[in-house]
């Protein structure tokens, strides 16, 4: 079997020889949780699934990201849910790292390999299984959304491996991989594949109003997140709250790609 280009995380327990230092951290500004901290025991288990278990990575809590909540998921083959989203106003974002995953809607079935993703509005009746032989993992984010009038967006299913990445100006080291149409208004929030050359960088301390969630998915790099430099590599998430400056450099030898969330096209509530 091939192994899958995306870091998922197996759970498992560290031996009692290990030391406890690592390089989990939560400031006002972000989080970092590397993936060394994603253990059998923080893991959760959602209503309405079965033969799964959840590593919840982002959710709303006083002084952290507030617009969404992301999730790594992982189903036992036979394993899944009729009703996943208990919330109508909320809308599903999903990303295959490993397996394979059946998403069905209106009795239409969509199978997320590697790679996969699927946009679910709110108020879609969605359900989704593993129908394969072996586990399957797939990141899982929810908004709830913002509607506005003249826009309303539909299911979306696809590959991200089947998308041109859209090289950032003047570079051919920096590219975006959107799946989700980025001029269209229907949409509050973006989920896109960033991918750097080794050696790539973000030039310049970005510092917006969206938050962000970053999944690293493959190699390494160093992030510069408001005031400090973190080394991360793949497997390793960071959540960043509005504002934060943030900037990196990729390290090689691989490319340095990461899932990144961010909430998008509304304005600002008073």
């Not at 709250?241 to 509304?266: E, H, I, M, T, W």
Request: net charge negative; charged share 20%.
């Amino acid at each position: 079997m091939t192994a899958s280009p995306y870091y998922t995380p197996a759970g498992g327990l560290p031996p009692q020889t290990d030391l406890l230092s690592d390089r989990a951290v939560v400031t006002e500004a972000y989080t970092v949780i590397p993936r060394g901290v994603l253990r059998d025991i923080v893991t959760s288990v959602f209503p309405e699934w079965t033969d799964t278990r959840a590593w919840v990575i982002n959710s709303p809590v006083p002084g952290g990201a507030q617009t969404f909540s992301q999730a790594i998921v992982e189903v036992a083959p036979g394993g899944g849910s009729p009703a996943p989203e208990p919330q109508p106003e909320v809308e599903g974002f999903l990303f295959v790292t490993a397996g394979a995953l059946t998403v069905t809607v209106a009795g239409e079935e969509h199978v997320l390999t590697e790679g996969g993703f699927g946009f679910l509005p709110a108020g879609t009746e969605w359900s989704a299984h593993n129908a394969g032989d072996a586990p399957t993992s797939f990141h899982w984010i929810r908004k709830r959304y913002q509607p506005i009038a003249g826009h309303a967006p539909a299911p979306k299913f696809g590959n991200e491996r089947d998308i041109e990445p859209t090289p950032m100006p003047d570079t051919d080291a920096w590219s975006t991989t959107r799946m989700l149409d980025p001029q269209d208004l229907a949409y509050d929030m973006h989920v896109n594949v960033v991918t750097f050359k080794p050696g790539g960088s973000i030039p310049f301390a970005e510092t917006h109003v969206m938050e962000h969630g970053l999944y690293v998915l493959e190699g390494k790099a160093v992030y510069r997140l408001n005031e400090d430099w973190v080394e991360v590599q793949a497997g390793d998430y960071m959540s960043l709250r509005a504002f934060c400056p943030q900037a990196c450099y990729a390290g090689g030898p691989s490319n340095f790609r990461y899932l990144l969330y961010k909430d998008v096209n509304r304005q600002i509530v008073l």
